[in-house]
């Protein structure tokens, strides 16, 4: 998968705006089944939805978060998928519904309880779905309704799973996850805080809910100038030398794939 750094829900059951995100700077865009649509209103979003992607302009493909694992049927051959509410039971369930027939799909698995933390942690073995790229993601919202717990402004009863997230991605061999919404639209300056964490545990990009909140996740999520010239300087330096000191900062090897992954990065977005 690519670096994206910004993804934008939309209601599945307003189609206007569903085609006005797709035309956002958002990288990826989310067209929702789930909690974005009132549960009177599901069976006519999927309808609009079809009829959507049947009739999408441009070559951007949407990503659908379903609300029930049936929504698979109700789009054909569509290859991005989000399932929430990820947990060993959900994904045995997933994984025997996408045996056959085959195709090559992309999932988003959204942790978003204490029973998926739970598993995602003791599971052996990845949520492989034969060899399909897998991606993680957290859900704050109903993850905090699951426990009982409360927000803060330092974001302390998010520690665990921002935490368990990267590591597990790291051990699977998973891209970075995706860090949850912000829900406080009046809050920019408490959404930037907080992207600015997800960004520092190891997170890729963050799931937005509003197109103002696009650009500070995209600048986040991007090597700053500064990031990008010290990297070129270290590539540079011990391509000459070997083990060096630059800017008084010894680099050896970790230094040296850090410096690696933010050119990486650069290319990428």
């Known amino acids: 998968m690519e670096h994206y750094r910004s993804w934008l829900f939309s ?36 309808d609009m939805l079809a009829h959507l992607l049947a009739e999408l302009p441009g070559p951007q493909i949407p990503w659908i978060r379903i609300n029930d694992l049936a929504d698979l049927a109700d789009f054909g051959p569509h290859p991005r998928w989000v399932v929430p509410k990820m947990d060993q039971k959900r994904f045995e369930q997933l994984r025997q519904r996408t045996l056959s027939p085959r195709q090559h799909r992309e999932w988003l698995f959204v942790i978003e309880s204490a029973r998926g933390l739970w598993d995602l942690a003791h599971s052996a073995t990845p949520w492989d779905l034969a060899g399909d790229p897998v991606r993680l993601a957290f859900g704050s919202l109903d993850y905090l309704n699951d426990l009982g717990a409360h927000t803060s402004p330092e974001e302390i009863e998010l520690l665990g799973p921002r935490t368990l997230l990267p590591w597990i991605s790291r051990a699977w061999n998973w891209p970075s996850p995706i860090d949850t919404v912000y829900p406080y639209l009046d809050n920019e300056a408490g959404f930037i805080l907080s992207t600015q964490r997800g960004r520092t ?4 990009g963050r799931m937005i809910i509003h197109p103002q909140q696009i650009a500070p996740a995209n600048q986040i999520f991007s090597p700053s100038e500064a990031e990008r010239q010290w990297a070129e300087q270290i590539i540079a330096q011990s391509a000459l030398i070997g083990a060096v000191r630059v800017h008084g900062e010894m680099v050896d090897r970790p230094v040296l794939e850090r410096a690696r992954r933010i050119l990486e990065t650069v290319r990428k977005i």
């Open 11 to 46: 209601p599945g059951d307003v189609p206007e705006r569903c085609l006005k995100a797709i035309q956002t700077h958002a990288d990826q865009v989310i067209w929702d089944l789930e909690d974005g649509v009132a549960a009177a209103r599901k069976d006519a979003a999927r």
């Open 201 to 204: 545990m190891g997170f890729e």
